[in-house]
């Protein structure tokens, strides 16, 4: 059998990728290759978090891919970074999961926030904060994660978070919890949003603060088990914070910059979805191969002169073609301030790649037949695991299958 590399997700030529963005997708795809790829069958089966794969990501120089090259990390923006999570969703959707929580922490404080016109005084104070969380993750390896949900709809963006941050004079104490709680237990520091209320005061949306929360800090604890469906590599446990306190040096980003920033920078939601983009390749790569008789581990055995199975291969690369360029139109199209209808096609690629995903895994196992659905192979774990991305907040497919028809229908301000 001859040896099987597997071809870029996006073309350079094709797709006109800078130079930057075609060297991290094969760094990423060359770690998938040789380290990833092995590894996942361990993470899914005993639902333990892939810290092998993040010694590799340190070492690769990929903790700090949004990190600015002044400050010692690749400096690749939005689409650059989006393009390399999906080589690494292809191998293991926990680990390119768990790496959007730990990025999204770098991005949101760094391209995100230069967006949003602080002024320079507070500007000044951010770049001096978001130095030393930068300074942690280049030099010290540490892990950020970034736990949205509570159980209610503060992670939707309806209501402000139930987990309180109550001022103190030199910061906050902080008190509440997150569930699905993504890296619990293995996260150096929680990227935790909450709200900042004050005796006496009605509290909304734009109390929201970023804050990061040491994981050893004293009355920080991890609680429950863990034994879901899919991503159970991502060890999403329960976090409890009770009288924690955190310094006014810890917060993220500025009082009210996250408000500003989902309000404004909206495709910021959308850096779920290349995990799940990486994972409808994988379920198509896997039946390429195994039509082919060229899958590891199991027999050269060609099933591909069947024409029912050549038809279904053909309408899985129709789906998984419709999913990347709608995608890839989206991550290269985002931006602050963008247009009702690029948020409109955000929210319609995130339906499609979610939805999407599921559905050519689905038709991988139903061409590949019965032995595809052996545990030992990687295509049981990409039909689960892309079972749930349909389900993660802040987009879930509901909620953008809301927003699509209502901004179609409703002009600002009009209702029935």
């Known amino acids: 059998m001859k040896n099987i590399t597997d071809e870029p997700m996006f073309e350079t030529k094709a797709f006109k990728l800078s130079k930057q963005e075609e060297s991290l997708c094969k760094k990423a795809r060359n770690l998938g290759i040789k380290k990833f790829a092995g590894r996942a069958y361990k993470y899914d089966d005993e639902a333990v978090f892939p810290s092998e794969n993040y010694q590799d990501l340190y070492r690769e120089g990929l903790l700090g891919i949004c990190i600015p090259k002044k400050n010692g990390g690749l400096g690749a923006n939005f689409r650059c970074y989006m393009l390399t999570a999906a080589e690494i969703g292809r191998y293991c959707g926990a680990t390119a999961l768990t790496w959007n929580m730990h990025v999204c922490s770098t991005l949101w404080t760094g391209i995100l926030a230069d967006d949003l016109n602080m002024s320079a005084r507070i500007n000044k104070e951010h770049n001096k904060k978001r130095a030393v969380h930068y300074k942690r993750i280049i030099k010290n390896g540490a892990i950020y994660s970034q736990p949205f949900s509570e159980g209610g709809s503060a992670a939707a963006g309806a209501t402000p978070f139930l987990t ?148 279904t291969v053909a309408e899985m690369e129709i789906q998984l073609e419709n999913i990347k360029t709608i995608w890839f139109q989206s991550i290269s199209e985002a931006c602050v301030n963008p247009s009702p209808q690029q948020i409109k096609r955000a929210y319609a690629t995130q339906f499609t790649v979610m939805e999407g995903a599921h559905k050519i895994a689905q038709l991988a196992i139903r061409t590949c037949g019965g032995q595809a659905m052996l545990k030992s192979l990687s295509l049981e774990r990409i039909f689960r695991d892309s079972r749930c991305g349909s389900l993660m907040l802040p987009w879930t497919a509901e909620i953008c299958l809301d927003r699509i028809g209502k901004s179609s229908l409703y002009n600002p301000g009009e209702k029935d």
């Open 164 to 311: 309180i941050a109550t001022p103190t004079k030199n910061g906050w104490i902080i008190n509440g919890k997150k569930i699905f709680a993504s890296l619990s237990g293995h996260a150096s520091y929680y990227g935790i949003l909450c709200t900042e209320k004050k005796p006496g005061e009605q509290s909304s949306q734009k109390d929201t603060l970023y804050l990061a929360i040491p994981s050893d800090a004293e009355g920080v604890s991890v609680i429950g088990d863990w034994n879901p469906l899919g991503m159970r590599g991502t060890v999403s446990r329960t976090l409890i914070f009770k009288d924690v306190f955190i310094p006014k040096e810890d917060a993220l980003m500025p009082k009210g910059k996250y408000y500003d920033a989902a309000k404004r920078w909206p495709h910021m939601f959308l850096t779920l979805s290349p995990t799940y983009v990486g994972l409808a390749q994988a379920a198509v790569d896997f039946t390429i191969k195994y039509l082919r008789g060229e899958l590891p581990n199991t027999p050269p055995v060609k099933r591909r002169m069947f024409a029912t199975k050549q038809i």
